[in-house]
Structure formats: C-alpha cells, structure tokens
C-alpha cells in the first residue's frame, strides 16, 4: 500500500492540487483513491473528548481503504491540515496498515494563504477561517518538516505542483 500524505494550512492548495493529481494519474490509467481528512469527522457536534473525534476518523478511514482495497486499489491520496504530522500519522498508520508514506507539506505566504481563503469563503465564517488559516501556517512554519517533501505553492499552478509530486512519488510511471 502506497499513501501520499498531501498536508499544510486551509488555503494551501491541498484539495486542488489532490485532485490534479488524480486527474493526471488517471489520464495516465493508474488506479488509485482519494480521500480528504476533512470529511472523516465532520459532525455535529463533535464527539468529545478530542481522542473520541480522532477514534471516529481512524474508524472510517480504516472502512473507507478496506473498501478501496477490496476494488484493488493500492494507492491512496489523503489530504488534510495535519497540524501535528506524527500524532496524525500515528492514527493514519493505524488505519491503513502495513501503508508506505510519503508526506508533502504544502506552503504558502500568509498573503497568498488570504487571498485563497477570501476568495473561496463566502459566509459567514470567512474571517473566522482566514484567522484559523493564518495560525495553522505559523505553527507549520514552527515545526520541523523532518520526513515531509516541502512544496512552495505561491505563483504556481496545480498542474505543475502535481507533476512535482508525482515526479517524487513515481505513481505516474506504473499501473
């Protein structure tokens, strides 16, 4: 099992750039699944304590790969902030056993991370998420990167930053 870790702030480019990825890797017929961590715990309200919302993520994580994996597929794309990258990866492992990962963290200045959040919010929370979004990048910028592959996103488009990743992963080259 082959699992690129796409991470960094809401704004990065995550999502966008998952889903170039896909698209490319199924233009070059190379089977595969996606899945945004995002989607794993979004209810409400959240299961509390925090190790409650983190067991319901490993939870379905762990049925949605077994689902996949049951189709043949071996390769997983997973996307999401990621805040702490080994307490994540811990319960992502958990999950997905048995998993070879290749993390990428995904950055960009807190101008380009603003004109992304306002130009995609358009509710009520906007300001809400711009403040959330501009903290989470500086406590990456404090963090050490250690295993993850760093891409800077500012200027540049999806197809180029996914050609980037897939040049590191080596996914585009084999079925």
């Known amino acids: 099992m082959n699992v690129l870790v796409i991470c960094g702030a809401a704004g990065v480019g995550k999502s ?9 890797l199924q233009i070059a017929d190379v089977r595969h699944a996606m899945i945004n961590t995002d989607e794993l715990d979004r209810v409400y309200p959240q299961p509390e304590p925090l190790s409650e919302l983190v067991a319901l993520s490993r939870r379905n994580l762990r049925v949605l790969w077994e689902s996949f994996a049951a189709l043949g597929h071996s390769r997983l794309i997973l996307s999401g902030v990621m805040l702490d990258l080994d307490a994540d990866l811990a319960w992502i492992s958990a999950s997905i056993k048995n998993a070879d990962f290749t993390v990428v963290r995904l950055l960009a200045s807190d101008e380009t991370l603003r004109q992304r959040v306002e130009t995609r919010e358009i509710g ?52």
């Open 16 to 24: 966008t750039v998952a889903w170039e990825i896909g698209r490319q």
């Open 124 to 175: 009520t929370g906007r300001e809400e998420q711009t403040r959330r979004t501009l903290a989470q990048a500086e406590a990456l910028r404090q963090q050490k990167t250690g295993r993850a592959v760093v891409i800077q996103t500012d200027g540049r488009i999806p197809e180029e930053i996914a050609r980037e990743i897939l040049g590191v992963i080596g996914w585009a080259s084999t079925n």
